[in-house]
């Protein structure tokens, strides 16, 4: 089994722009906690072998990554997404990019054979609404793995061939 996950982390909105008087600090969907994120995946995931791809941001990527790690799994490779467009924080410097991470347990599951070597572990797209996962990652790992089940778990969009688990599935429409 394959999964995509792409939690709702525990953050808000940056700066507040006059041009959006109504704008929130509040996401368009409910965050959760670290401990909420991690114990719900908990119950999610089967016990048996598979790979999860993980979509981690600066923030909270130490965390992420020790909670993986407690848990079992083992980080194969992290691949960057360059969204070509981003935030800046403080008006410091703009973080353009994401981490989706690729862990497994208990054993790495072994790759499509005509793709061994072939992708690079930094992506690039445009990146459209916020929190909405780039068309390339999904053809990463149906490239990677063209005949595993895969589910994306905090769905916000319809894929073929993919599973959804979320509260959101069908919020990105094209």
Known sequence: MIYMVDPPWPQKK???????????????????????????????????????????????LLEAELNMEKRGYRRHARFVWNKLNGVAPAFTI???????????????LPIEKSMRGKLPTVFEEKSREHSRKPTAAYKIIEQLYPTENKMDVFSREKRDGWEQWGDQLDYFKD
């Open 14 to 60: 940056g700066g507040l722009r006059k041009v959006c008087p109504n704008q929130t600090r509040k996401l368009d969907y409910q965050t959760l906690s670290i401990e909420q994120i991690f114990s719900l995946l908990d119950k999610l995931f089967i016990n048996i072998p598979h790979c999860i791809f993980l979509w981690e941001i600066d923030k909270f």
């Open 94 to 108: 703009r973080y353009t990019h994401e981490y989706m991470v690729w862990w497994y347990k208990p054993k790495l």
